[in-house]
């Protein structure tokens, strides 16, 4: 494993991608732990920590401009309290493929205001019972979730908040479209929509493209 350093992360590529947001490539170094970030100078839209080996996601100083975490292929089954002091700006977040298990562990995720697109595919939690209504009531604001367009329909539930549990039937879902299997590139797709990018497929180099499908979804699968 590999310590986070001032001078891993004065060494880590950096780069313009193809959403134009200004990255610094962190994958794959097997990194345990989140820590001296400050050494970034808070310059990066965007910091890719995937495949390494964190278990917590937290030790995060201030960083205002950053938007897009990439945290698939950790290991992370705890998310540290307050990180909407440290993440103002937070939009994207994408954990996939790590070991969160249980729907009160997604809590401190509810007070990251700025937080439209969150992916938790291949996480333990993706299998509880009404988990995608148990996100979108404790996320209200989410937009993209596991790469799907959230829209809520007009509810008893949304006016009246009620429980996840009492409202299956309440969402209708539009795919969000899939270029390649590769997690990047699905959550670059995602990003061009969220963000009203033209030409996804262009800018990404990408030559296939699945048009979207739009279909009702019944809560029953949540």
Same mark, same amino acid.
């Given at each position: +494993?590999?310590?986070?350093?001032?001078?891993?992360?004065?060494?880590?590529?950096?780069?313009?991608?193809? =959403?134009?947001?200004?990255?610094?490539?962190?994958?794959?170094?097997?990194?345990?732990?989140?820590?001296?970030?400050?050494?970034?100078?808070?310059?990066?839209?965007?910091?890719?920590?995937?495949?390494?080996?964190?278990?917590?996601?937290?030790?995060?100083?201030?960083?205002?401009?950053?938007?897009?975490?990439? +945290?698939?292929?950790?290991?992370? %089954?705890?998310?540290?309290?307050?990180?909407?002091?440290?993440?103002?700006?937070?939009?994207?977040?994408?954990?996939?493929?790590?070991?969160?298990?249980?729907?009160?562990?997604?809590?401190?995720?509810?007070?990251?205001?700025?937080?439209?697109?969150?992916?938790?595919?291949?996480?333990?939690?993706?299998?509880?019972?009404?988990?995608?209504?148990? =996100?979108?009531? *404790?996320?209200?604001?989410?937009?993209?979730?596991?790469?799907?367009?959230?829209?809520?329909?007009?509810?008893?539930?949304?006016?009246?908040?009620?429980?996840?549990?009492?409202?299956?039937?309440?969402?209708?879902?539009?795919?969000?479209?899939?270029?390649?299997?590769?997690? *990047?590139?699905?959550? +670059?797709?995602?990003?061009?929509?969220?963000?009203?990018?033209?030409?996804?497929? =262009?800018? %990404?180099?990408?030559? *296939? =493209?699945?048009?979207?499908?739009?279909?009702?979804?019944?809560?029953?699968?949540?």
């Amino acid at each position: +494993m590999v310590k986070l350093s001032a001078e891993l992360i004065e060494q880590a590529a950096q780069y313009t991608n193809p =959403v134009r947001d200004r990255e610094l490539d962190l994958r794959g170094y097997k990194i345990p732990v989140l820590e001296n970030l400050g050494a970034t100078l808070d310059q990066f839209d965007t910091i890719d920590f995937s495949d390494n080996e964190v278990r917590k996601l937290d030790g995060f100083p201030l960083l205002k401009r950053l938007k897009t975490l990439l +945290m698939n292929n950790n290991r992370i %089954c705890r998310i540290g309290e307050n990180l909407e002091h440290a993440l103002q700006g937070l939009t994207e977040l994408v954990l996939t493929n790590n070991n969160i298990q249980e729907l009160g562990d997604l809590d401190p995720l509810a007070t990251v205001k700025t937080l439209s697109l969150l992916s938790l595919l291949r996480n333990p939690v993706t299998n509880k019972k009404h988990y995608r209504l148990y =996100v979108i009531n *404790k996320i209200p604001q989410i937009r993209v979730l596991d790469f799907q367009k959230v829209k809520l329909k007009v509810s008893a539930w949304s006016r009246h908040k009620r429980s996840p549990q009492c409202c299956s039937g309440l969402l209708s879902v539009d795919n969000v479209s899939v270029y390649l299997s590769q997690e *990047k590139i699905l959550y +670059m797709g995602a990003l061009h929509w969220l963000r009203g990018l033209r030409s996804p497929c =262009v800018s %990404c180099g990408l030559n *296939k =493209v699945c048009p979207f499908q739009i279909h009702s979804w019944s809560g029953s699968a949540a």
